[in-house]
């Protein structure tokens, strides 16, 4: 069979993913029952292999995943032209750094397209996962980093959930806080404090709200622990340190305020980043859940919305039930010996878990994407419990793939696609209306697109002739729609993009009724429309428009 023809996959590739369960079961047994950790270099080089061979399907996979990463890819290619933020780009929530990152890889050659936007998913999970992997290597042992990470590699290997394989914008946040987490274990350890590790701890945490606003308060926590750190090992020394961590944080954040400042967009960053994203909530027609409501069911939502989390989820649950249940005695003991040797550990990742939940619960946003900021308190939670109850509890962590495998049988048997991804040409191809995009597109072009359709950037890779690349915005009732609209039009009539796309249909996420959406709706921007373009094409109900040249 020739490569080509391996590289296909349609809805089923059974004997693909039996392959790969036998492989990850096989390698996972080796290391559970192995006495010693593995080769550092060999352990990676095996689950890294792995994951990469059980996401192909979904790298190769040339078509949307969802929404949110046409949004971020559509802001890469517009950065590559125009590198200033909100010129022709405003991130919303999903932070400045997921967009530039795209672009420097545009820089450097990579075509921005779904290709590279799922592999960048996997890429950067493996890293998070890598500092994971040393966070409890530096506290507990490499063995134990080991075997707890292999449960979440397996999740990556065979997650299908289409909010964990896109290019997310938690992504690059949690990447961020696990090498802030691994710098805060590590100078727990070695308790060297020097000027350049303090700046550079107080450096990261300044980025992670960069990449994704809601993680300022995760930056925010990181930074208390590591105050609580210097109190506990050098109380004579906390100013002094305490000062390095912030010459860290204000360095970061006084260049990036130099150069919003320098190119006039300072203003715009603040009412669009944070002014504006603090009013963000999970719907903009919709009216905030109450918060103790919110908080009381919220549990519930989890478990309803995690999908494939719950089977990394469920097994450590069931562990630490079970631990209590087989021998309540022992477990207080451990428990007395674990708060008496590592007082604050527990306590510290308890109160990481409430303040990830209490985060959430204030956007009013339950998408499942967000509770993968859930994966690094667990993962060191699960290795304290692994450190100290019987290595016998180390075989729970096949329990994960075993799920996975139960599931992927019941799909089989049950005639169920067991693949999302199909890499076949027909799901791989340019949209209609992306190939009718291409037809009136000419070289420096830029597109405007009003709805949220924000894959036709991606087909046709032009660069957005407005800042806003989704308009529920400037289309939806909430306080500031007024704001978003006037720069709405105010990007129309400056950049003056070659074509605008009314792309409200039915199936248009969130605005699904034309009659309330369309552009004709909004009196200044349906004259505007009118006045300076001409209707070219409708296709599925969108309508493509090319400026009067």
């Known amino acids: 069979m020739i490569l080509g023809k391996l590289l296909e996959f349609g809805c089923c590739p059974a004997k693909w993913w039996f392959i790969g369960h036998f492989l ?49 890819l559509a802001q890469g290619i517009t950065l590559m032209v125009d590198p200033v933020l909100y010129h022709l780009v405003d991130p919303t929530t999903g932070g400045p750094l997921n967009s530039y990152l795209l672009a420097v890889l545009g820089w450097l050659g990579a075509k921005i397209d779904f290709h590279l936007a799922h592999f960048l998913s996997l890429l950067l999970s493996l890293f998070s996962f890598y500092f994971i992997y040393k966070i409890i290597e530096v506290l507990r042992n490499e063995r134990i980093a080991q075997v707890v990470v ?55 945490l300044a980025l992670v709200p960069l990449c994704k606003l809601q993680g300022l308060p995760f930056a925010f926590f990181w930074g208390l622990a590591i105050l609580f750190q210097f109190w506990l090992a050098k109380p004579s020394k906390f100013w002094q340190y305490f000062g390095w961590v912030a010459v860290g944080v204000i360095l970061t954040w006084g260049i990036w305020v130099l150069w919003l400042a320098i190119n006039g967009v300072l203003d715009d960053f603040y009412n669009f980043y944070i002014y504006a994203n603090s009013q963000y909530s999970h719907r903009l027609t919709d009216e905030r859940p109450k918060f103790f409501y919110t908080l009381v069911r919220f549990p519930v939502v989890v478990v309803k919305k995690a999908i494939e989390l719950n089977y990394i989820f469920f ?40 303040a990830i939940s209490l985060t959430i619960i204030r956007t009013g946003s339950f998408y499942a994407h967000y509770f993968l900021f859930y994966l690094l308190p667990l993962a060191l939670i699960f290795g304290l419990w692994l450190e100290n109850f019987s290595k016998t509890w180390y075989w729970a962590v096949l329990s994960t793939q075993l799920i996975f495998f139960v599931v992927l049988v019941k799909d089989i048997v049950t005639d169920n696609p067991i693949n999302l991804y199909p890499t076949k040409a027909p799901q791989a191809q340019i949209s209609e209306v992306g190939r009718a995009i291409l037809k009136y597109k000419r070289q420096g072009d830029h597109l405007a697109v009003w709805g949220w359709s924000c894959e036709y950037f991606v087909e046709s890779q032009m660069p957005q002739g ?7 915005r400037s289309a939806m009732k909430h306080p500031l729609q007024e704001v978003y609209m006037q720069r709405y039009l105010r990007d129309m009539r400056l950049h003056r993009p070659a074509i605008f796309v009314d792309a409200i249909t039915p199936k248009t996420l969130w605005m699904e009724k034309p009659e309330v959406y369309k552009h004709e709706n909004y009196p200044a921007l349906a004259q505007l429309i009118a006045a300076n373009y001409t209707l070219k094409d409708s296709l599925q109900g969108v309508r493509i428009y090319v400026r009067n040249r």
């Open 466 to 472: 407005v800042a806003e690349n989704h308009t529920t």
């Open 315 to 354: 097994p450590i649950l069931v562990l630490s039930l079970s631990l209590v249940v087989v021998n309540k005695t022992l477990v207080k003991e451990r428990l007395r010996a674990i708060l008496k040797r590592d007082y604050y550990f527990l306590p510290l990742m308890l109160l990481y878990v409430v």
């Open 24 to 72: 990850w079961f096989g390698f996972s047994y080796w290391v559970v029952a192995h006495k010693k950790a593995l080769h550092g270099g060999i352990y990676w080089t095996v689950v890294v292999g792995l994951a990469l061979m059980m996401r192909l399907p979904v790298i190769l996979y040339g078509g949307q995943i969802n929404k949110d990463e046409s949004q971020m």
């Open 150 to 204: 292999l449960p979440f590699l397996v999740f990556l290997s065979f997650v299908q959930d289409s909010n964990y394989v896109h290019y997310n914008s938690e992504v690059n946040a949690i990447l961020l806080l696990s090498v802030v987490v691994y710098a805060w274990a590590y100078l727990a350890k070695i308790q060297a404090y020097t000027p350049w590790r303090l700046v550079g701890f107080g450096v990261m």
